[in-house]
């Protein structure tokens, strides 16, 4: 921390955890997202035990989670960090062996392995992933990105030359300072420079790249539409008829949040997801509105919230992935065809 940062503006991690895991008792359908949270705190703070320990009580319940490979890796890069390298590979290779659909695990792992200079580990972990799920996909997702700028960034280190993917990674990076110069591993060398020439394009360089994470920190929540599996659909319905005029059955309710995504992509709106109700979420929602679940005005305010609190799934998924409805199918073959 600079000395001159304001005491109002220092976070204190360990009592920040503490909050979060008192929030996630009180709202157990948010625990995931809340104690992963917490958990970082704890890594901020060096309670890098205690953060393990948060990571296992969420894998405890793993049949539950919406995303168990992304908490298995942010377990073992944690457990790497105070010496628990045996444990953190194996970790690794199982998640590397499942091969989730997810992006997120797979950039932890390898940045994990990059950080601990496995250099070919991690090209292979980023190439495994790229190669998984960008194969056929004309325009990689947002959450993709990462992959492609690490392994970019790994084969510079590697001395390797430039293919196709890090062409594509070239074409995604929209920072004024090209990618082969972040990623120029020379780059260190220039800190010691008694040359202010080269310390000045040292400085413009880390302000790119500020800037690039400054992006990516402030990307909103994703514009969601509310989605209710059959279940829960027929649950609304049946306690709340009138909201029949809105949702007259299942399958036109999940045309319509198809075409409602599709018609929102060609008017140029980014950042699109999908965000899953349940019966009792939406009750308490429409009982902290002082309102009655009936009011349709309600339903948009709720998608919002939920899409606020990270329960958005981005749309569209992988073409060759689940689909978003739940069916267990190719999204290219369901929704997607």
């Not at 590397?96 to 580990?121: K, Q």
């Not at 992959?147 to 590697?158: A, I, Q």
């Not at 310390?199 to 990516?216: C, D, F, H, M, P």
């Not at 919230?305 to 799934?313: D, F, I, K, P, Q």
Request: net charge negative; proline share 9%; aromatic share 6%.
């Amino acid at each position: 921390m600079r000395p001159d940062t304001p005491a109002e503006n220092v976070v204190d991690h360990t009592a920040e955890a503490a909050r979060l895991e008192r929030t996630a008792d009180r709202y157990p359908e948010d625990a995931e997202a809340l104690l992963l949270r917490a958990a970082a705190h704890l890594e901020l703070a060096d309670a890098r035990p205690a953060a393990t320990a948060l990571y296992d009580r969420l894998l405890a319940t793993q049949d539950t989670l919406e995303n168990a490979p992304l908490v298995r890796a942010l377990k073992a890069s944690n457990l790497w960090e105070y010496d628990h390298e045996a444990e953190a590979r194996a970790i690794i290779d199982g998640i590397r062996a499942t091969a989730p659909r997810d992006p997120a695990p797979w950039v932890i792992v390898a940045e994990s392995l990059e950080s601990h200079d496995e250099l070919e580990a991690a090209h292979d972990t980023f190439t495994q992933a790229a190669t998984l799920l960008l194969t056929d996909v004309a325009e990689p997702p947002y959450p993709t990105h990462p992959l492609l700028f690490g392994r970019h960034r790994v084969r510079r280190m590697l001395g390797l030359p430039h293919d196709d993917w890090d062409a594509r990674a070239d074409t995604l990076h929209s920072s004024p300072v090209s990618l082969d110069e972040l990623h120029d591993p020379k780059r260190v060398w220039s800190l010691g420079s008694d040359n202010p020439q080269e310390l000045e394009a040292e400085i413009s360089r880390l302000r790119a790249e500020l800037g690039t994470y400054r992006e990516a920190l402030s990307r909103p929540f994703p514009v969601a539409v509310l989605h209710w599996p059959a279940e829960e659909l027929t649950e609304l319905l049946s306690a709340y008829p009138t909201l029949t005029t809105e949702y007259p059955s299942h399958p036109e309710h999940l045309a319509t949040i198809e075409s409602s995504l599709r018609e929102l992509s060609t008017s140029g709106t980014p950042n699109l997801g999908i965000v899953t109700g349940t019966v009792p979420s939406y009750e308490a929602f429409a009982a902290s509105e002082g309102s009655s679940p009936s009011d349709t005005t309600l339903l948009p305010q709720y998608a919002t919230t939920l899409a606020a609190r990270g329960r958005a799934v981005a749309w569209p998924p992988q073409r060759t992935s689940d689909c978003w409805c739940g069916q267990n199918q190719p999204y290219d073959t369901c929704h997607g065809a």
